[in-house]
């Protein structure tokens, strides 16, 4: 029998170091079962203002995780949104408390399936429950209540941080001024959900995942989540940007090599941001994140449909998308200020040209980081008290 030392490959990234709470309150998850006293982890950049009155909660993408600026304390790499967040940066850490917690069910220090099951002694593994967006939010409201937040100034998100968001307005419509879902969804179409399942497929077929039980052998199924993460990266990217950016180009060398090695620059950069992702995310979470995912729609879990979803809303929203993005598209975005303006909300919309794809908002893209830092601005001086 292996050590308990050894059964966790994942905790020697040294996630015990990281700012975490202990959620003590009972949470009821959506499947039915009950969890209390499971940790949260997160990260805080910036300082209060007198008032409390400049807090900015950012809801992090799949694989993402609460490093959103500055150094990535366990990877050492940048955090995953410097092009936003940061000093004299669009969300402007001299001016604004930005919080951000790594969701229920990820590997960066919150409660997920590389955790220990006391009733097992080992990892939970596909022991862990089921969970669903509206279980990830409930659980970070913890959060506010711990720093002493009654009210943020302002929630914001990417992609399946855009669909937390949405799910926290409609959940706790007091609980923010302002919000600004960017490049998401109300619910998850079937062009994502199969390419989920085409991820999940690929995890699931590498022998080495064991029907999740590969930490027994303090190791991880290394290929299929590489290709897991292939398959994410090419939908996060557009065709034109993806032309542009590599076209048929060589992989430093003058023609064909007639092998099924590496001949194409896109070839090598999707090989690339497999073998990276390997070293820092758990293959049980990725499939327990996009099942959350897929079972997101609010308008399932509201009778009377989107639009009552966000009845009687006071937050003021921005909602942003993105020409070039196949993922989640204008269309779908567009769907939710329509709800949103049926309910009677504030609502504005802009869609940012560009030919970036769903990564827009990660990149430095001047119109997007203009349009987020104007209305956060805006949103400042009517919230001020």
Same mark, same amino acid.
């Given at each position: 029998?292996?050590?308990?030392?050894?059964?966790?490959?994942?905790?020697?990234?040294?996630?015990?170091?990281?700012?975490?709470?202990?959620?003590?309150?009972?949470?009821?998850?959506?499947?039915?079962?009950?969890?209390?006293?499971?940790?949260?982890?997160?990260?805080?950049?910036?300082?209060?203002?007198?008032?409390?009155?400049?807090?900015?909660?950012?809801?992090?993408?799949?694989?993402?995780?609460?490093?959103?600026?500055?150094?990535?304390?366990?990877?050492?790499?940048?955090?995953?949104?410097?092009?936003?967040?940061?000093?004299?940066?669009?969300?402007?850490?001299?001016?604004?408390?930005?919080?951000?917690?790594?969701?229920?069910?990820?590997?960066?220090?919150?409660?997920?399936?590389?955790?220990?099951?006391?009733?097992?002694?080992?990892?939970?593994?596909?022991?862990?429950?089921?969970?669903?967006?509206?279980?990830?939010?409930?659980?970070?409201?913890?959060?506010?209540?711990?720093?002493?937040?009654?009210?943020?100034?302002?929630?914001?998100?990417?992609?399946?941080?855009?669909?937390?968001?949405?799910?926290?307005?409609?959940?706790?419509?007091?609980?923010?001024?302002?919000?600004?879902?960017?490049?998401?969804?109300?619910?998850?179409?079937?062009?994502?959900?199969?390419?989920?399942?085409?991820?999940?497929?690929?995890?699931?077929?590498?022998?080495?995942?064991?029907?999740?039980?590969?930490?027994?052998?303090?190791?991880?199924?290394?290929?299929?989540?590489?290709?897991?993460?292939?398959?994410?990266?090419?939908?996060?990217? %557009?065709?034109?940007?993806?032309?542009?950016?590599?076209?048929?180009?060589?992989?430093?060398?003058?023609?064909?090599?007639?092998?099924?090695?590496?001949?194409?620059?896109?070839?090598?950069?999707?090989?690339?941001?497999?073998?990276?992702?390997?070293?820092?995310?758990?293959?049980?979470?990725?499939?327990?994140?996009?099942?959350?995912?897929?079972?997101?729609?609010?308008?399932?879990?509201?009778?009377?449909?989107?639009?009552?979803?966000?009845?009687?809303?006071?937050?003021?929203?921005?909602?942003?998308?993105?020409?070039?993005?196949?993922?989640?598209?204008?269309?779908?975005?567009?769907?939710?200020?329509?709800?949103?303006?049926?309910?009677?909300?504030?609502?504005?919309? %802009?869609?940012?040209?560009?030919?970036?794809?769903?990564?827009?908002?990660?990149?430095?893209?001047?119109?997007?980081?203009?349009?987020?830092?104007?209305?956060?601005?805006?949103?400042?001086?009517?919230?001020?008290?």
């Amino acid at each position: 029998m292996p050590s308990l030392a050894g059964l966790f490959f994942w905790m020697n990234k040294k996630t015990e170091n990281i700012n975490k709470i202990t959620v003590t309150k009972p949470l009821k998850l959506d499947c039915g079962k009950t969890i209390k006293d499971f940790p949260l982890a997160y990260e805080t950049y910036g300082k209060f203002n007198k008032n409390k009155d400049n807090a900015i909660l950012v809801f992090h993408a799949l694989t993402g995780d609460q490093f959103v600026a500055g150094t990535n304390p366990v990877t050492k790499k940048e955090g995953w949104w410097v092009s936003a967040v940061g000093p004299g940066k669009a969300i402007d850490t001299d001016k604004y408390f930005v919080i951000c917690a790594n969701v229920i069910g990820g590997c960066m220090g919150s409660w997920g399936p590389s955790d220990l099951n006391k009733d097992t002694n080992h990892p939970y593994g596909l022991d862990f429950p089921v969970i669903t967006i509206k279980d990830i939010v409930r659980a970070q409201e913890s959060l506010l209540d711990h720093l002493g937040i009654e009210k943020l100034l302002c929630a914001t998100g990417g992609s399946m941080g855009g669909m937390q968001l949405l799910q926290f307005c409609a959940t706790f419509p007091n609980k923010t001024f302002s919000a600004i879902p960017i490049a998401c969804s109300a619910s998850h179409s079937a062009q994502n959900i199969a390419l989920n399942e085409l991820a999940r497929q690929a995890i699931m077929a590498d022998p080495v995942w064991d029907k999740g039980k590969y930490f027994l052998k303090n190791t991880q199924p290394k290929n299929g989540l590489s290709v897991a993460r292939m398959v994410g990266h090419i939908s996060y990217l %557009s065709e034109q940007g993806m032309q542009e950016k590599f076209g048929r180009k060589l992989q430093e060398k003058a023609d064909y090599e007639f092998s099924f090695n590496a001949d194409f620059q896109v070839e090598s950069y999707l090989r690339h941001q497999g073998s990276s992702f390997v070293e820092r995310f758990d293959a049980n979470s990725i499939l327990y994140i996009t099942r959350a995912m897929d079972y997101f729609d609010l308008t399932k879990q509201f009778k009377g449909g989107l639009t009552e979803a966000f009845k009687n809303q006071k937050t003021k929203f921005l909602v942003i998308s993105f020409s070039s993005d196949w993922l989640y598209t204008t269309k779908e975005n567009k769907d939710i200020v329509i709800a949103l303006n049926s309910s009677g909300a504030d609502v504005s919309y %802009s869609e940012i040209v560009t030919d970036k794809g769903h990564d827009s908002f990660l990149v430095n893209e001047p119109e997007f980081l203009k349009t987020l830092k104007g209305f956060l601005d805006s949103m400042y001086e009517k919230f001020k008290r």
